[in-house]
């Protein structure tokens, strides 16, 4: 028969390459890590240092998780090494993109049964499929911070995967920022004792994570921080207040004076509790993290 | 020339038997052979040339004994020395006259194809009046062209002796005489012997002699 | 000889038709075992090197040649589904890299394969014009389907319903043809590729339609209230999938769960394909994995079993067909015999008129053998195109 040993081995090393695709690409320079949002930046560029160039494509001014990137910058992520996936349903764009399955590293995947469920899911009925519900995971993840620090292993396994001679560096690394997080998570547990189960308040359905992990009685509301909320939401607030007296509301960004003002009149103190999806203007996700907690602090001592 | 004693033959069959004490012409004699239908005219010429093998007897054509020849030199002895025109010309439908004309030099090797063989046959078809139809198939030809072409053939050799079994058979009256005259002149230049089978009473005279088949014994027991 | 050759040749060309005759049944006789052997010899080629170059696949339990000629050459036997867990399960090994297949659904007869990217890297495979695959929706095709159907990138190609009867409500999907890849010279020439997303979105797995939640038109939505909502089939759903509404898009139950026709696994090292392979021994297992090798070599075998019937036979009809000639010849010899008379009586041996029919033979066949040769490069030149549309 044609083929034989030869044929054998040509296929296996032709197999070996593709496999390793990226590693051999990677022993030429750095690897190219394209991520989803900023944390997963953040975390990316921790772990491997000077060994890769980690790209967020998305532009400052989006929330990543909403944000579709058009052909053109897809085609970027198609040429990386990794792309690193937030999971539970972050930037639903993935599943409308073509990616390689090879490169696709979901940080999320080893916790997906501890998954929180989104507070907004409306069922519909149509067509031979019959019931079904859209979008109904909450995703950002990384604000429990024990959570953020398995997706940071994750990212670590990927990078040592492909480059198994940095083992040592990337371990050393990933210890490091695991340090950070993990005081992050003992400051955050601590505020959330202190908190005794406190009523309060998010701007937004962002911090389901955070308050699961550290015990905060939390209700979301649907206002923007650059926005001024209309009657309805003013109504909205005061008829929750009476079932969920909160005294703080935690805010995405810095909420408009007026707000701040009329809250504080309801006996509310605004706190600026940043998700720092996408990148900050100043400092970065470990510094604005330790500031929204000072902040949180704050407000709790007060 | 011709000399035959005491011959006979019969065809296998053994339906015709055909016995001649003596028949003998002289070289460059002109000899018409007449006779009914079945006498064995045919039969004769075919003895001389060699084609036919008489059972008795001896056929010397100037001095060879024909019959006693092995088969390979009888066949080079008929295609060099002697002209045969056939009754019905056997000529090959699939080739054209010219190559009708030049077919012994191709498969003999006792007769070698030259230019000037060319050429020459070139112009005896021109004397013989088919010139122009050198490239037409034989097939295509009519009766009289046929046979201009099968005298053609076998006056191309230059023959000692020129069999010619009902040369002008086919042919108009004008055109008779004018294939006798070129048979006569062809013998004539090449000093040949000529021994033609005819029932052209008209023809007779431009013979020196005159053969009447009908004084040798001829059996025909169909 | 040559003057034996020379009226051979009028001869034969005086009698065509005869010739003709002859010819063709002697290069017939040649040329078909030849041809044949030739086809099988290109068919055994491609077959093995596509098979050789698919390490391993994965599939439901079930016919192994429909899986693997599903998988490799994307036939129309499809073979039952399996769900892209088994894509994961092969992922989670760590063993080897596993390739999504979705070939099931076709457009304009040409196969709709939904692949990952890995797909196009493992298969070699280049983008000739536009760009590789990006969104929902999207195609890339070959090169063949490209000339065949007359598309370029920024062109769309429609999906074709399953079967005439498909009222189950999939709506044809108008993809938008992105790339074209360069020329293979494999079944991949004839394919179009998309996102196996996109294949889900063919099968009505995935969708798109207005937002029920903010319609307002009462045709559309029959009830709604609890965080409920029921719409009418006149909920408009979208049969293409374009930036503005591809927000809209969908899929719902866990991807999981989601349909494959195979998975290839490719396994970074032999050993490591051989510890995949015993993964799959159980028996309770609704999969199995296979060696596409394996199949091949299996089918050939049998292709050749036929062909060794069919050399039989070709054989035996070869034998008679000559047989036929040389009564050709003989019966032809009679006829001439006048003609042989004459060439004898003018002074000719028996020998010189055997020489002028084998002469004559000599043509005959000389002349097949050399059609027979101009046709069978002809067949060699095109056996690859030529395997590949009457076999693959």
Same mark, same amino acid.
């Given at each position: 028969?044609?083929?034989?040993?030869?044929?054998?081995?040509?296929?296996?090393?032709?197999?070996?390459?593709?496999?390793?695709?990226?590693?051999?690409?990677?022993?030429?320079?750095?690897?190219?890590?394209?991520?989803?949002?900023?944390?997963?930046?953040?975390?990316?560029?921790?772990?491997?240092?000077?060994?890769?160039?980690?790209?967020?494509?998305?532009?400052?001014?989006?929330?990543?998780?909403?944000?579709?990137?058009?052909?053109?910058?897809?085609?970027?992520?198609?040429?990386?090494?990794?792309?690193?996936?937030?999971?539970?349903?972050?930037?639903?764009?993935?599943?409308?993109?073509?990616?390689?399955?090879?490169?696709?590293?979901?940080?999320?995947?080893?916790?997906?049964?501890?998954?929180?469920?989104?507070?907004?899911?409306?069922?519909?009925?149509?067509?031979?499929?019959?019931?079904?519900?859209?979008?109904?995971?909450?995703?950002?993840?990384?604000?429990?911070?024990?959570?953020?620090?398995?997706?940071?292993?994750?990212?670590?396994?990927?990078?040592?995967?492909?480059?198994?001679?940095?083992?040592?560096?990337?371990?050393?690394?990933?210890?490091?920022?695991?340090?950070?997080?993990?005081?992050?998570?003992?400051?955050?547990?601590?505020?959330?004792?202190?908190?005794?189960?406190?009523?309060?308040?998010?701007?937004?359905?962002?911090?389901?994570?955070?308050?699961?992990?550290?015990?905060?009685?939390?209700?979301?509301?649907?206002?923007?921080?650059?926005?001024?909320?209309?009657?309805?939401?003013?109504?909205?607030?005061?008829?929750?207040?009476?079932?969920?007296?909160?005294?703080?509301?935690?805010?995405?960004?810095?909420?408009?004076?007026?707000?701040?003002?009329?809250?504080?009149?309801?006996?509310?103190?605004?706190?600026?509790?940043?998700?720092?999806?996408?990148?900050?203007?100043?400092?970065?996700?470990?510094?604005?993290?330790?500031?929204?907690?000072?902040?949180?602090?704050?407000?709790?001592?007060? | 020339?011709?000399?035959?004693?005491?011959?006979?033959?019969?065809?296998?069959?053994?339906?015709?038997?055909?016995?001649?004490?003596?028949?003998?012409?002289?070289?460059?004699?002109?000899?018409?052979?007449?006779?009914?239908?079945?006498?064995?005219?045919?039969?004769?010429?075919?003895?001389?040339?060699?084609?036919?093998?008489?059972?008795?007897?001896?056929?010397?054509?100037?001095?060879?004994?024909?019959?006693?020849?092995?088969?390979?030199?009888?066949?080079? $002895? =008929? %295609?060099?020395?002697?002209? &045969?025109?056939?009754?019905?010309?056997?000529?090959?439908?699939? !080739?054209? @006259?010219?190559?009708?004309?030049?077919?012994?030099?191709?498969?003999?090797?006792?007769?070698?194809?030259?230019?000037?063989?060319?050429?020459?046959?070139?112009?005896?078809?021109?004397?013989?009046?088919?010139?122009?139809?050198?490239?037409?198939?034989?097939?295509?030809?009519?009766?009289?062209?046929?046979?201009?072409?099968?005298?053609?053939?076998?006056?191309?050799?230059?023959?000692?002796?020129?069999?010619?079994?009902?040369?002008?058979?086919?042919?108009?009256?004008?055109?008779? $005489? =004018? %294939?006798?005259?070129?048979? &006569?002149?062809?013998?004539?230049?090449?000093?040949?012997?000529? !021994?033609? @089978?005819?029932?052209?009473?008209?023809?007779?005279?431009?013979?020196?002699?005159?053969?009447?088949?009908?004084?040798?014994?001829?059996?025909?027991?169909? | 000889?040559?003057?034996?050759?020379?009226?051979?040749?009028?001869?034969?060309?005086?009698?065509?038709?005869?010739?003709?005759?002859?010819?063709?049944?002697?290069?017939?006789?040649?040329?078909?075992?030849?041809?044949?052997?030739?086809?099988?010899?290109?068919?055994?080629?491609?077959?093995?090197?596509?098979?050789?170059?698919?390490?391993?696949?994965?599939?439901?339990?079930?016919?192994?040649?429909?899986?693997?000629?599903?998988?490799?050459?994307?036939?129309?036997?499809?073979?039952?589904?399996?769900?892209?867990?088994?894509?994961?399960?092969?992922?989670?090994?760590?063993?080897?890299?596993?390739?999504?297949?979705?070939?099931?659904?076709?457009?304009?007869?040409?196969?709709?394969?939904?692949?990952?990217?890995?797909?196009?890297?493992?298969?070699?495979?280049?983008?000739?014009?536009?760009?590789?695959?990006?969104?929902?929706?999207?195609?890339?095709?070959?090169?063949?389907?490209?000339?065949?159907?007359?598309?370029?990138?920024?062109?769309?190609?429609?999906?074709?319903?399953?079967?005439?009867?498909?009222?189950?409500?999939?709506?044809?999907?108008?993809?938008?043809?992105?790339?074209?890849?360069?020329?293979?010279?494999?079944?991949?020439?004839?394919?179009?590729?998309?996102?196996?997303?996109?294949?889900?979105?063919?099968?009505?797995?995935?969708?798109?339609?207005?937002?029920?939640?903010?319609?307002?038109?009462?045709?559309?939505?029959?009830?709604?209230?609890?965080?409920?909502?029921?719409?009418?089939?006149?909920?408009?759903?979208?049969?293409?999938?374009?930036?503005?509404?591809?927000?809209?898009?969908?899929?719902?139950?866990?991807?999981?769960?989601?349909?494959?026709?195979?998975?290839?696994?490719?396994?970074?090292?032999?050993?490591?394909?051989?510890?995949?392979?015993?993964?799959?021994?159980?028996?309770?297992?609704?999969?199995?994995?296979?060696?596409?090798?394996?199949?091949?070599?299996?089918?050939?075998?049998?292709?050749?079993?036929?062909?060794?019937?069919?050399?039989?036979?070709?054989?035996?009809?070869?034998?008679?067909?000559?047989?036929?000639?040389?009564?050709?010849?003989?019966?032809?010899?009679?006829?001439?015999?006048?003609?042989?008379?004459?060439?004898?009586?003018?002074?000719?041996?028996?020998?010189?008129?055997?020489?002028?029919?084998?002469?004559?033979?000599?043509?005959?066949?000389?002349?097949?053998?050399?059609?027979?040769?101009?046709?069978?490069?002809?067949?060699?030149?095109?056996?690859?195109?030529?395997?590949?549309?009457?076999?693959?």
């Amino acid at each position: 028969m044609i083929g034989g040993q030869t044929t054998r081995r040509l296929n296996l090393s032709l197999l070996a390459v593709l496999w390793g695709a990226a590693a051999v690409s990677a022993a030429a320079g750095p690897l190219r890590i394209h991520t989803v949002n900023y944390p997963l930046q953040y975390f990316a560029e921790r772990i491997a240092g000077p060994h890769a160039e980690v790209v967020l494509p998305a532009p400052p001014e989006v929330d990543p998780a909403f944000w579709l990137p058009d052909a053109a910058v897809i085609n970027q992520y198609q040429g990386a090494d990794l792309v690193l996936l937030n999971g539970a349903g972050y930037a639903r764009w993935v599943g409308k993109a073509t990616l390689a399955r090879s490169r696709l590293v979901d940080t999320s995947a080893g916790f997906r049964k501890d998954y929180l469920a989104a507070e907004t899911a409306v069922t519909h009925t149509h067509g031979p499929s019959g019931e079904h519900a859209h979008t109904a995971t909450a995703f950002a993840t990384w604000l429990d911070f024990s959570l953020a620090a398995r997706q940071a292993a994750a990212i670590r396994d990927a990078v040592v995967r492909l480059q198994p001679r940095l083992r040592e560096e990337v371990e050393e690394n990933f210890v490091a920022l695991e340090r950070d997080l993990l005081a992050l998570a003992q400051q955050a547990k601590a505020l959330g004792l202190y908190a005794k189960g406190m009523p309060m308040l998010a701007s937004h359905s962002v911090y389901q994570y955070l308050a699961e992990a550290y015990g905060l009685n939390l209700r979301s509301m649907h206002w923007e921080f650059d926005q001024t909320p209309d009657g309805e939401q003013w109504a909205e607030l005061e008829a929750l207040l009476r079932r969920h007296p909160a005294r703080i509301m935690l805010w995405e960004g810095a909420p408009q004076a007026g707000v701040v003002a009329r809250l504080q009149s309801l006996g509310i103190r605004s706190v600026v509790f940043e998700p720092v999806a996408n990148r900050p203007g100043r400092g970065d996700w470990l510094s604005v993290m330790r500031a929204n907690l000072v902040r949180l602090e704050d407000a709790l001592s007060r | 020339m011709i000399r035959i004693q005491s011959l006979a033959f019969a065809y296998r069959d053994g339906e015709f038997r055909l016995s001649i004490p003596e028949f003998e012409t002289s070289a460059r004699e002109k000899v018409a052979l007449i006779g009914p239908s079945g006498a064995g005219k045919t039969t004769l010429l075919n003895l001389i040339a060699g084609i036919a093998v008489p059972d008795q007897g001896e056929v010397t054509v100037d001095g060879i004994a024909v019959s006693r020849l092995d088969d390979a030199r009888r066949r080079d $002895f =008929r %295609i060099t020395r002697i002209g &045969f025109v056939f009754q019905d010309f056997e000529l090959l439908d699939y !080739l054209n @006259v010219l190559d009708n004309i030049l077919h012994p030099y191709r498969i003999t090797r006792a007769l070698t194809l030259t230019a000037e063989v060319r050429d020459r046959a070139a112009e005896l078809a021109g004397q013989l009046g088919i010139g122009d139809k050198l490239a037409r198939k034989a097939g295509d030809l009519s009766q009289g062209e046929k046979q201009r072409a099968a005298i053609c053939r076998a006056l191309l050799p230059d023959p000692d002796l020129v069999l010619a079994d009902e040369a002008t058979g086919n042919l108009d009256p004008a055109n008779k $005489f =004018r %294939i006798l005259d070129l048979l &006569f002149d062809s013998a004539e230049r090449h000093q040949a012997t000529l !021994l033609a @089978v005819t029932h052209d009473h008209e023809l007779l005279p431009r013979f020196d002699r005159v053969v009447d088949f009908s004084q040798f014994r001829a059996e025909d027991r169909s | 000889m040559r003057d034996s050759l020379y009226i051979a040749w009028r001869y034969v060309t005086h009698n065509r038709a005869r010739t003709g005759t002859l010819v063709a049944c002697v290069t017939l006789i040649g040329f078909l075992p030849l041809a044949l052997e030739v086809l099988l010899d290109e068919s055994e080629r491609q077959l093995l090197s596509r098979a050789e170059s698919t390490p391993l696949v994965v599939g439901a339990k079930g016919s192994a040649l429909d899986l693997v000629m599903n998988t490799l050459y994307f036939d129309d036997e499809i073979p039952e589904p399996i769900s892209l867990r088994a894509a994961d399960e092969v992922a989670a090994t760590g063993l080897a890299l596993p390739i999504p297949v979705y070939a099931r659904f076709r457009a304009r007869s040409h196969p709709i394969v939904g692949t990952s990217l890995d797909y196009f890297a493992f298969r070699g495979l280049r983008i000739a014009r536009g760009r590789q695959l990006a969104l929902l929706g999207e195609a890339v095709i070959g090169a063949v389907a490209a000339e065949r159907l007359g598309l370029e990138p920024g062109d769309h190609l429609v999906s074709s319903p399953e079967t005439v009867f498909d009222l189950a409500g999939v709506y044809p999907l108008k993809m938008h043809v992105v790339g074209v890849l360069a020329r293979a010279h494999s079944p991949d020439d004839l394919a179009v590729f998309v996102d196996t997303k996109t294949a889900w979105v063919i099968q009505g797995l995935g969708h798109g339609h207005q937002d029920v939640t903010t319609t307002r038109d009462p045709s559309v939505i029959l009830a709604r209230g609890d965080g409920k909502v029921v719409a009418n089939a006149k909920l408009v759903q979208f049969t293409e999938i374009t930036p503005d509404n591809i927000d809209s898009f969908h899929f719902h139950g866990g991807a999981e769960d989601y349909p494959l026709s195979a998975v290839i696994a490719v396994p970074d090292e032999v050993r490591a394909g051989t510890l995949l392979r015993g993964r799959y021994l159980e028996q309770d297992t609704p999969l199995q994995i296979l060696r596409p090798r394996d199949v091949i070599e299996g089918l050939l075998e049998n292709i050749f079993r036929i062909k060794q019937v069919l050399d039989a036979v070709i054989g035996v009809v070869g034998l008679a067909t000559l047989l036929a000639i040389v009564l050709v010849f003989a019966l032809s010899l009679r006829l001439r015999q006048r003609e042989i008379d004459t060439i004898f009586k003018l002074g000719c041996s028996r020998g010189t008129i055997a020489q002028l029919l084998a002469a004559e033979i000599v043509i005959i066949v000389g002349l097949s053998a050399a059609i027979c040769l101009v046709l069978l490069q002809i067949v060699d030149a095109y056996s690859g195109g030529l395997v590949r549309s009457l076999f693959l």
